[in-house]
């Protein structure tokens, strides 16, 4: 049943905020909801070109206007929440999830069956601490740049010639109409994806029960099983979103598998776990695997 007024959807206004957003409308429309979208620009909308964004820098000023009351709910890829979420709020569905893999991304019309297939010395475009050490790992001969900008310019940027490849979300390029750029979908066992990647998080004040309620509908088990763990284990690693540490939890058959993953941004140092656990243990072995990890979160002042 419809509210006494639409629900007003917090998004930043890039091509992919939007769609996800849209997206969810959607589905709340189905349910019987009237929905408006509200864009709000965040720090990561204008910073400057060519440079790396920061904890937060996606989700800051819709969280301060789900506080301030001037949206209901807020729509985020979930591996952009920082860990400490704005008090007051909280995540109140996790949709089903895309996939959560990376995605090796060449020129338009070449083709690559493996990661090995690029030359030696090939410029890799990305600005993650995370993918970047990951593929140091595997290819320390290749070379990793950072690269800027939404999907469209970076593919522009590749397709120019000023990059020989990039490392892209999957679920990104799908979300885009673009799942033709995906040229390798890259084993989570090569590069972990980030905690959270390829899922949505709606975000709710904690005390609105009616949007709580509307929202809630939209959550799929699984996915909140396998995202909740894998934040756990960032959390307690004490990383945040640009850590270099990889996770991903799988829902199966009764049971939940996790990986984790940290490496140094130069390459060196790889660490990999993998465990198949029942998911009420999840919680307790994403802070063991942490522990394990050994990943030490550089302070303020590096």
């Avoid at 090796?104 to 030696?120: E, N």
């Avoid at 892209?168 to 979300?175: D, K, T, Y």
Wanted: hydrophobic share 45%; glycine share 10%; charged share 25%.
């Amino acid at each position: 049943m419809s509210s006494s007024r639409p629900l007003r959807l917090g998004t930043r206004g890039s091509a992919l905020a939007q769609i996800q957003a849209n997206l969810i409308a959607a589905a709340l429309r189905r349910n019987g909801h009237e929905v408006d979208l509200v864009t709000i620009v965040t720090d990561g909308d204008v910073r400057p070109p060519d440079t790396a964004w920061g904890e937060g820098a996606f989700v800051g000023a819709i969280e301060l206007a789900l506080v301030e009351r001037r949206v209901d709910l807020a729509v985020h890829s979930a591996k952009d929440v920082p860990i400490a979420q704005a008090p007051g709020l909280t995540v109140a569905a996790y949709p089903d999830r895309a996939d959560p893999r990376d995605a090796l991304v060449l020129p338009a019309g070449r083709t690559a069956a493996a990661l090995d297939d690029l030359r030696s010395g090939s410029v890799i475009g990305t600005d993650s601490p995370r993918r970047t050490g990951f593929l140091l790992a595997a290819r320390p001969d290749l070379r990793v740049v950072p690269i800027h900008g939404n999907v469209d310019t970076r593919l522009a940027r590749l397709d120019a010639g000023e990059v020989n490849a990039l490392i892209l979300a999957v679920a990104g390029l799908a979300r885009l109409g673009r799942p033709d750029r995906v040229t390798l979908p890259l084993d989570p066992d090569l590069i972990p994806p980030a905690p959270g990647q390829g899922a949505l998080a709606i975000q709710v004040r904690a005390g609105d029960e009616a949007t709580r309620d509307a929202v809630a509908a939209l959550d799929d088990l699984a996915t909140r099983m396998a995202v909740s763990v894998e934040r756990a284990l960032l959390e307690a690693t004490g990383g945040g979103c640009r850590a270099p540490i990889g996770a991903l939890g799988r829902a199966e058959g009764g049971l939940l598998s996790v990986i984790a993953a940290a490496v140094e941004p130069d390459g060196t140092n790889r660490r990999f776990i993998a465990r198949v656990v029942h998911p009420d243990a999840g919680l307790l072995v994403a802070r063991e695997m942490a522990a394990e990890l050994r990943y030490v979160a550089p302070t303020a002042l590096e």
